[in-house]
């Protein structure tokens, strides 16, 4: 897997063998993408993306494609849920004159995380998002076209990372980087440019569980009246007292819900 520590024999070709991975400290993964024809119920794999992460840098942009919250929350959990340190980068701000894009940083800078806010068309917030990579092993992961490659030539002029165009019709990207590698900036920073994906879903993660990586909802979770509590119907929710009285938000509550009705009872693991 990307990121792993790795002991390996050198051959005298030049090619070599790996001998050992060492233990993961963590490893970021989502299901697999459906395949097609094997139905809805098809069993859905594992997909890993990278281990021994410091942070997960989740881009998304202001336009070009949307910025949309309910898919920033699932990579979120998804960080959450490996211990991953989480920071949240909208980009292409200059495409956004009403400055729309700040209900959604406030909101996240309101829980808790980390929000940078991009254009590498106007050269904003560049230097903010340097100083996260620096020292650390970073995987940068979004939709395609949101401006991951584009920011990391931004912060990194001799990458050369290959940029693409966005769809005319469909205002997203066509999937220009199309395999993760890890970059080395200096002897102790790391950054993984990964492929846009179309669809993040979260792998493994059980419906008792998921309140515990909405971080916002984790002081309210010991107080529900039942400890297998899923904050939907059941009867004294503190998590639902918490949305009706303003301390957490409908909209992060609302994608709670849209998440948890896709996470299938049986096949999960
Ligand atoms: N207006 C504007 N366009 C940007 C900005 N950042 C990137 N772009 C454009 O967005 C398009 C996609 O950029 P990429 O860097 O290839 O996006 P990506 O996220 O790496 O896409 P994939 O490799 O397909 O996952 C390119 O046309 C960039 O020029 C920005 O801040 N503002
Ligand atoms: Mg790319
Ligand atoms: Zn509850």
Redesign the pocket.
């Known amino acids: 897997m990307v990121g792993d520590f790795v002991d390996y024999s050198l051959n005298n070709d030049g090619t070599g063998v790996i001998e050992n991975i060492h233990e993961r400290k963590n490893f970021i993964s989502r299901k697999a993408p459906r395949i097609k024809g094997a139905g809805y119920r098809g069993e859905r794999l594992e997909q890993k993306i990278a281990a021994n992460i410091d942070n997960l840098i989740i881009v998304s942009s202001v336009q070009n494609p949307q910025l949309n919250n309910k898919t920033i929350d699932r990579f979120l959990i998804t960080g959450e849920s490996s211990n991953v340190n989480c920071v949240i980068v909208i980009n292409k701000i200059d495409l956004d004159d009403d400055n729309n894009y700040k209900i959604f940083s406030n909101l996240y800078k309101q829980i808790g995380y980390s929000v940078i806010e991009t254009s590498v068309k106007e050269n904003l917030g560049i230097n903010n998002l340097k100083e996260f990579l620096n020292g650390k092993i970073s995987l940068v992961w979004g939709q395609?076209g949101v401006g991951?490659?584009s920011l990391l030539n931004s912060i990194y002029p001799n990458l050369n990372?290959?940029?693409?165009e966005i769809s005319k019709s469909t205002n997203k990207?066509k999937h220009?980087?199309v395999t993760s590698i890890l970059i080395k900036i200096d002897e102790n920073t790391f950054v993984i440019?990964t492929?846009?994906i179309r669809e993040i879903e979260p792998y493994g993660i059980t419906k008792e569980d998921l309140g515990h990586y909405f971080i916002e909802f984790k002081k309210y979770l010991n107080d529900c009246r039942f400890n297998t509590c899923t904050h939907f119907h059941e009867p004294d929710c503190e998590v639902r007292k918490a949305v009706e009285n303003g301390s957490i938000s409908n909209e992060r509550y609302q994608s709670y819900l849209n998440i948890l009705e896709t996470i299938e009872d049986d096949i999960n693991f």
């Open positions: 395609s991951k490659s990372l290959k940029i693409g990207g220009t980087t440019d492929p846009g």
